[in-house]
């Protein structure tokens, strides 16, 4: 299951990054943070704590930035 789900997450990173370079929001940081979850599952499926505490901070990261988008 989880060499499906990093590619899955893999291609919303790419694609979330690619938005974002292009200024399409929200676009750019939903697939950014989908991206970011599912390696987040992963990287707890595997105990690579690492991995875990990057895709854990990307995250948020970019939670705290729709929040602050588009609820502030």
């Known amino acids: 299951m989880d060499k499906y ?4 997450a ?3 990173l790419m694609i979330g990054v690619g938005a ?5 929001y ?6 950014t943070l989908a ?6 599952i992963v990287s707890i499926m595997w105990k ?6 990057t895709n854990l901070v ?5 939670i705290v930035g729709l929040v602050y988008t588009y609820i502030h």
């Open 10 to 12: 893999t291609a919303f």
């Open 35 to 40: 991206g970011g979850l599912t390696w987040l």
């Open 26 to 31: 929200p676009a750019g940081p939903l697939f």
């Open 5 to 8: 789900l990093k590619w899955v």
């Open 58 to 62: 990307l995250s948020a990261i970019t």
């Open 20 to 24: 974002n370079s292009l200024a399409i």
């Open 48 to 53: 690579e704590a690492a991995l875990i505490t």
